[in-house]
T-cell receptor, first 112, second 114 residues
Framework: SQTIHQWPATLVQPVGSPLSLECTVE??????LYWYRQAAGRGLQLLFY??????ISSEVPQNLSASRPQDRQFILSSKKLLLSDSGFYLC???????????FGPGTRLTVT | GENVEQHPSTLSVQEGDSAVIKCTYS??????FPWYKQELGKRPQLIID?????GEKKDQRIAVTLNKTAKHFSLHITETQPEDSAVYFC?????????????FGKGTMLLVSP
């Protein structure tokens, strides 16, 4: 069966520091991958999605970037964090050719 | 782009009652409508979804209805139980070339009292 992992689970970082969040999927090949952010008490906002290695589409312009160096690995990065980057970051995957998305356990990021 | 409105923002019911959550969407090309349940501090979990070629779908105590003409869809939970308490999110998407990008509503906090 398929499993999605995210790490770290929680992170506290100062303003202006860099960020790297990692997501990996097991048990499937060539998945679609997605990064979402959920601010406290709010809905989910799609940040990036990828349909293959090296293919990244951005939904919201901001100081975040994403990369997909391997088929089942998706990384979210920032060179300099802002206070407004705090939130719950969720990675999701779907099978190519299908619409159902399944979420990872998330990373709770607090920027201080 | 797509815009999804969700109502109510909070819903309190007694155990055994029914609960209905409603969503409207703006893009008539949207063709996939999932519902997620998120317990406190946990990941959203897909509980039911519907495609635009179907008007209603049921899975035990939950059902979803879709009105394409009015561009709205609803989640119905019957015989609610305390473990149904959570935040529920609706979403809409245009499935494109083998993937979907979901636009979510702001969520409904459902509280089921014993």
């Amino acid at each position: 069966s398929q499993t999605i992992h995210q790490w770290p689970a929680t992170l506290v970082q100062p303003v202006g520091s860099p960020l790297s969040l990692e997501c990996t999927v097991e048990g499937t090949s060539n998945p679609n991958l997605y990064w979402y952010r959920q601010a406290a008490g709010r809905g989910l906002q799609l940040l990036f999605y990828s349909v293959g290695i090296g293919q990244i589409s951005s939904e919201v312009p901001q100081n975040l970037s994403a990369s997909r160096p391997q088929d089942r690995q998706f990384i979210l990065s920032s060179k300099k964090l802002l206070l407004s980057d705090s939130g719950f970051y969720l990675c999701a995957w779907s099978v190519q050719g299908t619409y159902e998305q399944y979420f990872g356990p998330g990373t709770r990021l607090t920027v201080t | 782009g797509e815009n999804v409105e969700q109502h109510p923002s909070t819903l309190s019911v007694q155990e055994g009652d029914s609960a209905v959550i409603k969503c409207t969407y703006s893009d008539s090309a949207s063709n996939y409508f999932p519902w997620y349940k998120q317990e406190l501090g946990k990941r959203p979990q897909l509980i039911i979804d519907i495609r635009s070629n179907v008007g209603e779908k049921k899975d035990q105590r939950i059902a979803v209805t879709l009105n394409k003409t009015a561009k709205h869809f609803s989640l119905h939970i019957t015989e609610t139980q305390p473990e149904d308490s959570a935040v529920y999110f609706c979403a809409a998407s245009k499935g494109l070339r083998g993937y979907s990008t979901l636009t979510f509503g702001k969520g409904t906090m459902l509280l089921v009292s014993p």
